[in-house]
């Protein structure tokens, strides 16, 4: 059981984690930390949190666990105001899509790395965002990956573990960088071609009658598009040579199908088409 | 009532047209053309079609309507096969993602461009192709843009017009050159885009491993990377140049995207983003 859970940062990801576990009776106490006060009066008013401190040194001194739920910038400035006040007792994680940059920015932060700082990733989310679009199944059966450091002592880590499990999730462990690429190409990628693809159709001069014209296709393809902007400028931020690295490789790719068109390849465009379904049909279904 | 309908390609769009129009009463017969028999009996096992007829010739000898609903790039062979056997009366209409090059490939297959020839092309679909995929509520609440040519008649008009209102679906005109550059943008380089995602992750080495960890929403981005390869490829070759003109738009947007990456601009990165969003939120919501 946990006796009191921080979470700071009570957004999507933050406000689902503590729904899930408040009604799962993993946790007796939420305590959520938010720069505005306002956020924080609707969680307590959406039943997410049973309370809030404004001064998020004062909130972790006594938490047994305290979750980093902000955007993955905010982790180094949070950590900072959070400078000494943790108990060497006190379990911290985070929630971020990106690994090695988080694991920094909290050296930075808090002028040390604890031993129970285990970061840890929830793949999953929405493309709404805010304590509102909260909800408890946010988890359920989804994984979520802990990339433990050397340093972590095994407590920290089962704590981390096992609050995940009681949230509906399932627990994986990655080396921390293949983490971050294997996240640049499932879903960092996915969500620049989004934000893209509706950029370029943006500028064309009937945008509305354009949009008008999508099918659902299109409507599942871009929904991505939008999530939240300032998490997004922030994995780009903290994850850019495997992002550089992934786009670096698609650009390639979109090359290859370009030469195809122009030079009416059909056989070419056959084979890239039957490849990608054959890939597609295999593994997402 | 349309006593007798053709159509000529018994895959997902044309049985769900049969369907829907045997659902709705509109129609009293209809009979499917195919190379393939096997694809036949099994249409109309799955009470898509009344009867089959191999020679295209003679199917459409006494029509009302023959809908050509092959991939693009069957329309010419098709046409002519059916050189000299169409009636003055019988009104021809097609179903393809693109309409300068099928008109073109009526005319060639034909050897002239019928009066009664009406291009349309219904904006929905499945990422599941044949027969077994055929609904009679694809069309349900779904746009069919015709584009009609200066040389129709009225008449022909009204009968595609009305066949696929009794379908389901709401019937817009559309100039065809502009058709083509609006479906580049909405359809045709968001399955390009999907399904090279697709093959850039497929040529990774943890290639399985990889697809695993995708989340949700990738599994929404990539559906329509199982579409039919064929009937893309045949988009690709008759759709060239606005297809090209889109890509090369998505090219200039990812490298200012990619720069911003690079060079670490948080607030170009923010700003691209947030814009995106609420292109999004505003046209598809």
Redesign the interface.
């Known amino acids: 059981m946990i006796n009191r859970l921080v979470i700071i940062g009570v957004g999507l990801i933050g406000g689902s984690l503590a729904l899930a576990l408040r009604n799962s009776g993993a946790c007796r106490e939420v305590i959520g930390v938010e720069p505005e006060v306002e956020t924080l009066q609707r969680a307590q008013k959406l039943g997410v949190i049973d309370h809030f401190v404004l001064d998020a040194c004062a909130a972790v001194r006594e938490a047994d666990i305290v979750v980093l739920a902000t955007p993955v ?1 905010a982790i180094a400035p949070v950590c900072r105001s959070i400078r000494g006040c943790l108990d060497d007792r006190t379990v911290l994680t985070d929630v971020g899509s990106v690994k090695a940059a988080v694991v920094e920015s909290v050296r930075k932060g808090l002028g040390y790395l604890p031993k129970n700082f285990v970061p840890a990733h929830p ?3 929405l ?1 709404s965002s805010g304590v509102e679009s909260a909800t408890a199944n946010l988890y359920q059966g ?2 979520v ?1 802990l990339t433990p450091l050397p340093e972590n002592n095994l407590n920290a880590f089962d704590s981390v573990s096992r609050m995940w499990e009681q949230a509906g999730a399932s627990v994986e462990t990655m080396d921390m960088l293949h983490h971050d690429q ?2 640049a ?3 960092h ?16 001069n ?22 939240d ?2 998490m ?2 922030d994995i ?2 903290n994850n ?1 040579s495997p ?2 690295q ?2 670096g ?3 390639e ?2 090359d290859r ?2 030469k ?3 030079s ?1 390849d ?1 056989n070419q ?2 084979s ?6 054959q ?3 295999r ?2 279904n």
């Open positions: 910038g793949i999953a989310g493309e989804r994984r990956i294997v996240l190409a499932t879903s990628l996915p969500h620049l071609l989004a934000y893209t693809l509706v950029t370029s159709l943006a500028r064309l009937e945008q509305d009658e354009i949009f008008r014209y999508a099918a659902s296709g299109f409507r599942d393809f871009t929904r991505i598009a939008s999530s902007p300032i997004w400028r780009c931020l850019k992002i550089l992934m786009l490789h698609f650009g790719d979109i199908l370009k195809a068109i122009e009416g059909g465009l056959l890239i088409f039957q490849h990608a379904k890939v597609r049909d593994t997402c």
